[in-house]
Nanobody, 121 residues
Framework: QLQASGGGLVQAGDSLRLSCAASGSTFSSYAVGWFRQALGKEREFVGAISSSGGSISYGDSVKGRFAISRDNAKKMVYLWMNSLKPEDTAVYYC????????????????WGQGTLVTVSS
């Protein structure tokens, strides 16, 4: 199981950290992706991190502003969001798959509930 948390209301230019907590003994075998879905829009790839953390990929709209890290000992994945913009407003989801990272949502097998991020201008 996955559980995303850390969303909230922030102002443009602020930073926020989302967390994805996992349960299960095989977490370190899974790549984790972050996706987001704004109201009325399709789900969008934000980024993903490989099981070891050695490979990370980002969507074009967040490159240079967002970062992903993981702590396998704590079974946690983090999405560090900087220089937030109103267009970053969305429900953010974490998802897991094995073996490698992908940027397509249907390639992921396990999903957490989303956490809402609202960025005011």
């Amino acid at each position: 199981q996955l559980q995303a948390s850390g969303g909230g209301l922030v102002q443009a230019g602020d930073s926020l950290r989302l967390s994805c907590a996992a349960s299960g003994s095989t977490f370190s075998s899974y790549a984790v992706g972050w996706f987001r879905q704004a109201l009325g829009k399709e789900r969008e790839f934000v980024g993903a991190i490989s099981s070891s953390g050695g490979s990370i990929s980002y969507g074009d709209s967040v490159k240079g502003r967002f970062a992903i890290s993981r702590d396998n000992a704590k079974k946690m994945v983090y999405l560090w969001m900087n220089s937030l913009k109103p267009e970053d407003t969305a429900v953010y989801y974490c998802a897991a798959r094995t073996p490698g990272i992908r940027d397509i949502d249907f390639e992921y097998d396990y999903w957490g509930q989303g956490t809402l991020v609202t960025v005011s201008s």
